[in-house]
């Protein structure tokens, strides 16, 4: 099982990937973020979308707010400033959220009616949260090959090169 201090690693991460990757988006103008680049959710915008509704969900299912999961598929923004803007508090909101973690909340478990296919799931806490994390990561993948494709790069993704993993080497005495 999962612990707190790892929820609270993996929701650093998250914030500063989508800082790194929000920044790469918006070197792109609005029209390109829309377009439809044949990926799972068309476009850059819809899937960065994606992620916030999918972290929207589960931080209603988690914690009542906001009280109702939103829509599916439905932009929630109306345009990437918005999105941007929503992220950012959103990223503060997780990071601060799992600070509150306890083992005894990791062990519960949640039911729940997925929007994805109507069915109840019930699944203990740690899973579900392993799952928004991975979710994150997994649609941050499918954008980094999409940015790429249109000449941007978002540079490492990789955890280890975090800023509070970066080495300082000892001055010489």
């Known amino acids: 099982m999962i612990d707190a201090r790892y929820c609270q690693l993996m929701a650093d991460y998250n914030q500063w990937?989508?800082?790194?990757?929000?920044?790469?988006?918006?070197?792109?103008?609005?029209?390109?973020l829309h377009a439809d680049k044949g990926a799972f959710f068309q476009s850059i915008y819809m899937t960065l979308n994606h992620i916030a509704y999918s972290d929207l969900a589960f931080l209603s299912r988690f914690t009542g707010d906001p009280p109702q999961v939103p829509p599916l598929g439905e932009d929630l923004f109306g345009g990437f400033h918005a999105l941007s803007v929503q992220r950012q508090q959103l990223d503060l909101r997780m990071c601060e959220?799992?600070?509150?973690?306890?083992?005894?909340?990791?062990?519960?478990?949640?039911?729940?009616?997925?929007?994805?296919?109507?069915k109840q799931r019930t699944a203990p806490h740690w899973v579900l949260v392993t799952h928004v994390f991975n979710h994150q990561t997994h649609h941050r993948g499918q954008l980094t090959t999409l940015l790429t494709?249109?000449?941007?790069?978002?540079?490492?993704?990789?955890?280890?090169?975090?800023?509070?993993?970066?080495?300082?080497?000892?001055?010489?005495?």
């Open 149 to 173: 494709q249109q000449g941007v790069d978002v540079g490492s993704t990789d955890l280890p090169f975090m800023p509070q993993f970066e080495y300082i080497a000892p001055l010489d005495s």
């Open 17 to 32: 990937m989508n800082t790194k990757l929000y920044r790469a988006c918006a070197s792109l103008p609005e029209h390109e």
């Open 97 to 118: 959220w799992t600070k509150s973690l306890t083992s005894e909340w990791l062990a519960q478990t949640l039911t729940y009616v997925s929007k994805v296919d109507g």
